[in-house]
């Protein structure tokens, strides 16, 4: 299991030298530089191997090319952070390629912009079996696209923290990162604390562009990942099955409203019958039990709609010991889909705001 804040590229050195598969390296708060880059050996920040071909090495401000300045410039430690380099190398300007750290090799210089980062920020939890679920989305997701950097941040109660992630970016150069809430619903995390958070990095890195993605929200393809959980432990019965969807449960009726919303959709893709209930709040599953057998189901499933095991899920499974309990949403492939597609959304979107400004 990969531990958390790490960031996965795809290893472009070895490709463009013909060394070895693909591979990802993990990129912590205390080497935020990763080893792989992107196609073109990663010559949008400039990103070559340093010594021992261990640490990625910067280089200063478009390898100081508009300026007439050669050579590699490290940050002064055992550690060198990669820099973000002016437009792609100079590549838009049809700039070549540009000198190793010995003088005497020459990294290929990119024709397309690189991507912006993805940073993904799941909600943190005192349970670790949360974070481990956050980091293997994390990996599932970079695997998807290893020309992209992702990187993991926590919004509360684990590490790495949304300002430590944001915060070694900038460190290391990187000018444009796409922030992905990895939550089920829009609720105070997404509404106030993520943008608050992402407000003040603004005023710490004004060189780095944020920008907020929509939630995961109650996509169609989530609700086939909870059916797909739900069929897996369903009971080979001739009478009629029951699913009780789970979820955390909100003061606000709109939250509550689109927990209903997705017991419905379940029903219909399943033909079963399906009622909600909530781990915080009122209908409990009890409730929720009850009004299934009175609608004429004998065998129960309870389907959690929650992205990781945890505290609240152990509470449904203590309110309901003798019913059968699905799988969380977990590290599903349609779950990083939707990831995916709300970073394409927001890239999109900036690019539209960019061509018409």
């Not at 089920?184 to 958070?197: I, N, T």
């Not at 919303?261 to 893709?269: N, P, Q």
């Not at 977990?330 to 889909?337: C, K, N, Q, R, S």
Request: with cysteine.
């Amino acid at each position: 299991m990969l531990e958390p804040g790490f960031a996965f590229r795809r290893d472009a050195l070895w490709a463009s030298r013909g060394e070895g598969g693909p591979g990802f390296v993990g990129c912590g708060v205390d080497n935020p530089a990763p080893l792989g880059a992107r196609a073109a050996f990663g010559a949008w920040r400039g990103e070559l191997l340093g010594p021992g071909g261990n640490h990625a090495v910067g280089t200063r401000d478009a390898f100081a090319a508009s300026r007439g300045e050669g050579g590699l410039v490290d940050s002064g430690g055992h550690h060198p952070v990669p820099v973000r380099a002016r437009d792609a190398f100079g590549a838009s300007r049809g700039e070549g390629g540009l000198a190793g750290s010995g003088g005497d090799s020459a990294a290929p210089v990119g024709t397309r912009d690189a991507e912006p980062a993805l940073i993904l920020v799941a909600h943190g939890s005192r349970d670790p079996r949360s974070a481990a679920n956050a980091a293997a989305v994390c990996a599932l997701v970079a695997g998807q696209r290893p020309d992209v950097a992702v990187h993991l941040a926590f919004l509360d109660l684990n590490a790495p923290s949304v300002d430590q992630v944001i915060d070694t970016l900038a460190t290391g150069g990187v000018g444009h990162a796409i922030v992905v809430p990895m939550l089920l619903g829009s609720a105070f995390h997404a509404r106030v604390d993520l943008p608050g958070m992402l407000a003040a990095a603004r005023q710490r890195h004004p060189f780095l562009r944020l920008e907020q993605a929509d939630v995961l929200g109650a996509d169609e393809r989530l609700i086939a990942a909870l059916c797909e959980r739900v069929c897996a432990v369903v009971p080979v019965a001739d009478s009629p099955v029951g699913v009780a969807v789970a979820a955390v449960g909100s003061r606000r009726r709109g939250a509550n409203a689109r927990t209903a919303e997705v017991a419905d959709r379940l029903a219909d893709r399943l033909g079963v019958t399906a009622e909600i209930c909530f781990a915080t709040s009122e209908p409990g599953v009890s409730i929720a039990v009850d009004r299934l057998r009175a609608r004429g189901v004998d065998h129960i499933v309870v389907a959690p709609w929650f992205l990781a095991p945890g505290l609240l899920t152990d509470r449904l499974r203590t309110a309901a010991p003798d019913l059968v309990h699905a799988g969380t949403l977990g590290a599903h492939p349609l779950l990083a889909d939707v990831v995916w597609d709300r970073y394409d959304a927001t890239l999109s979107a900036s690019m539209k705001w960019a061509l018409s400004a």
